[in-house]
């Protein structure tokens, strides 16, 4: 169920430093299905390092399918997704991507370090105390870092889940795929995470953004795709 919110944070390092994994994406064509009906087709876009691509549509139109595909935790039934690395080879998207999806991912009956610090370990990162208080920090939920996860308002449950983004090393080291991340969050921590998004791009992510809240990020580059 963790692996279903944020995907791979492996092999960061190379012989020079840090790398940033993933520079552009492209999607060729591509379609998907749902019981056997097509939910979208002939979806093409290319997106380069820095922009934040906003997907449109209405409800049903297949955002968050599309997001699943990106991530790798859905297959498209036509089409291709290609992650593409500065040297231009090609990277998963368990190298290259992260998703938060609506659903929060996380056991209740754990504490939100216990949370972040199994999360992270299926995720294959170094989760120090240091590190997860700082994700925690980012968002002004630190207070709750031993609290039990279903103790939390929905508000508080949403920004501890979305500290799982904020796990690594140094800001931009993935492409962030966020489906509706704005949802039961009041519009102080909107105004946060809004930053935050800013930031990963101003470090060369892509970020990839489902919302139907008008919250405003300030984006180096800025791309819409309508479903």
């Not at 749902?34 to 997106?47: E, I, L, M, Q």
């Not at 294959?124 to 590190?131: E, F, L, S, V, Y």
């Not at 990963?200 to 008008?214: D, F, K, M, R, Y």
Request: with cysteine.
């Amino acid at each position: 169920m963790y692996c279903g919110y944020c995907v791979g944070l492996g092999g960061l390092q190379g012989a020079r430093g840090f790398v940033n994994p993933c520079s552009s994406l492209r999607l060729e064509a591509l379609a998907a299905e749902r019981g056997g009906k097509a939910v979208f087709t002939d979806v093409s876009v290319n997106v380069e390092a820095r922009t934040l691509l906003r997907v449109l549509g209405p409800n049903g139109a297949g955002k968050t399918t599309l997001l699943r595909i990106l991530a790798g935790l859905g297959a498209p039934s036509a089409g291709s997704v290609q992650w593409r690395a500065p040297d231009d080879s090609e990277r998963s998207p368990n190298e290259a991507a992260m998703f938060a999806g609506h659903a929060n991912a996380m056991n209740e009956a754990l504490t939100v370090a216990e949370n972040l610090s199994y999360a992270a370990a299926l995720a294959g990162i170094d989760c120090t105390p240091m590190n997860l208080r700082r994700a925690l920090t980012q968002l002004g939920v630190e207070k709750l870092i031993n609290r039990r996860f279903g103790s939390l308002s929905q508000g508080q449950r949403k920004r501890a889940s979305l500290a799982r983004l904020l796990l690594r090393a140094q800001a931009g080291e993935r492409a962030w795929l966020l489906d509706e991340p704005f949802v039961a969050l009041d519009t102080d921590t909107q105004a946060q995470l809004a930053a935050l998004i800013g930031e990963e791009l101003a470090a060369g992510a892509i970020v990839v953004l489902t919302s139907h809240q008008a919250v405003a990020i300030n984006a180096p580059k800025m791309q819409e795709l309508m479903l």
